[in-house]
C-alpha cells in the first residue's frame, strides 16, 4: 500500500520564477494538505483541499495556490518566488473525519 | 490560536536511558494530537496518536500520554538506542474537519542518543 508520495525531490529554482509540486495521496484518502517547513522550524500549514476545493487556508500569500484533482491528487503552485520561499514542502494525506494524517517525504525547494 | 511550545530545543543522552519529551499546547479543546518523527532532510513518520478521550498510546518502546486539561503531553522512549536519534514533532488538531482541522505544529526537539 503506497503511502504518500511527493515529486520532485528536490528542485532548485530562480528567484521570480514559478514552480508546481505534486503529491499523490495515500491509497484510500481523499483530503489533501500542504505545509513549509523552514530550516530549524516545524511545518506551517499553507492550505487544505477536499472535494476539489480549498477548504482552509494558512497565513500565507496569494503566490501560493494549489489545485485538487478527481482522483485526489493535489498540486502546490508558488508564483513570483523568493529567497524566502526555500524550505521543505511536506504533502499530507487523511480521510475527512479520520483520525490521523499520513506524510509524504517532501520536496526540497531551494531559491537562488 | 493554538500554539504548541516544545522545550528543551534539543537534547544529548547517552544509550540505554529512557527520557520523557514534553509537549505544551494553549488551547485544551483539542480533537487528537499526534507524535512524529522527522530524520534529517526527511518526511515526517508518524508515531502515535492519541485521541482527545485518551489518556495514552503505546507502540514499542513508545508511549505517549495527554493531560487536556492542563495541556501537556508526553512521550516516553523506553532504554533509547542511537537509531532513536532524530528531531519530534508533536501537533495538535483541534477539529475532525473544516476549518481547524489543520496540524498544529511545535518546533520540534532534536534528539541524539550517544553509543
Known amino acids: 500500500d503506497a503511502g504518500v508520495t511527493q515529486s520532485p525531490t528536490h528542485l532548485i529554482k530562480t528567484r521570480g520564477q514559478q514552480v508546481t509540486l505534486r503529491c499523490s495521496p495515500k491509497s484510500g484518502h481523499d483530503t489533501v494538505s500542504w505545509y513549509q517547513q523552514a530550516l530549524g522550524q516545524g511545518p506551517q500549514f499553507i492550505f487544505q483541499y477536499y472535494e476539489e476545493e480549498e477548504r482552509q487556508r494558512g497565513n500565507f500569500p496569494d503566490r501560493f495556490s494549489g489545485h485538487q484533482f478527481p482522483n485526489y491528487s493535489s498540486e502546490l503552485n508558488v508564483n513570483a518566488l523568493l529567497l524566502g520561499d526555500s524550505a521543505l514542502y511536506l504533502c499530507a494525506s487523511s480521510l475527512v473525519a479520520s483520525y490521523g494524517y499520513t506524510f509524504g517525504s517532501g520536496t526540497r525547494l531551494t531559491v537562488v | 490560536k493554538q500554539e504548541v511550545t516544545q522545550i528543551p530545543a534539543a537534547l544529548s543522552v547517552p544509550e540505554g536511558e529512557n527520557l520523557v519529551l514534553n509537549c505544551s499546547f494553549t488551547?485544551?479543546?483539542?480533537?487528537?494530537l499526534q507524535w512524529f518523527r522527522q530524520d534529517p532532510g526527511k518526511g515526517l513518520t508518524s508515531l502515535l496518536l492519541?485521541?482527545?478521550?485518551?489518556r495514552e498510546q503505546t507502540s514499542g518502546r513508545l508511549n505517549a500520554s495527554l493531560d487536556k486539561s492542563s495541556g501537556r503531553s508526553t512521550l516516553y522512549i523506553a532504554a533509547s538506542q542511537p537509531g532513536d536519534s532524530a528531531t519530534y514533532l508533536c501537533?495538535?488538531?483541534?477539529?475532525?474537519?473544516?476549518?481547524?482541522?489543520?496540524?498544529?505544529f511545535g518546533k520540534g526537539i532534536t534528539l541524539s542518543v550517544r553509543p
Open positions: 488551547d485544551s479543546a483539542i480533537y487528537n
Open positions: 501537533a495538535v488538531r483541534s477539529f475532525p474537519t473544516g476549518a481547524n482541522s489543520k496540524l498544529t
Open positions: 492519541i485521541q482527545s478521550s485518551q
